[in-house]
């Protein structure tokens, strides 16, 4: 467990959920025209996926910059998210 831990590997499994949940999503929205539409999967799946390339940075040992940097990406992009839902 502690191996796949180390270097982020756990997170790269995570991204790869992330992204199969957008595949999944858009595939359900493109087919019975039913749900989120490609920007809206966009704008929601960001922010967390950000999160968690700041979380592996960290238990990669990247600097504070980088960490800083996905975690600012996290904010703007969540902002952003929630101004275009708020209405």
Avoid at 7 to 15: E, K, M, N, S, T
Avoid at 37 to 50: E, H, K, N, R, T
Avoid at 66 to 74: D, F, N, P, V, Y
Wanted: include cysteine.
């Amino acid at each position: 467990m502690e191996a796949l831990l180390q270097g982020g590997r756990a997170i790269d499994l995570v991204l790869g959920f992330v992204v199969l949940e957008a595949v999944a999503l858009y595939a359900a929205w493109r087919l019975a025209g039913r749900g989120l539409p490609p920007p809206a999967i966009v704008s929601c799946l960001v922010p967390g996926a950000c999160l968690m390339l700041a979380l592996r940075a960290a238990l990669d040992g990247q600097s504070r910059i980088a960490i800083a940097g996905w975690l600012l990406a996290a904010l703007v992009s969540h902002i952003a998210d929630l101004a275009g839902r708020w209405r």
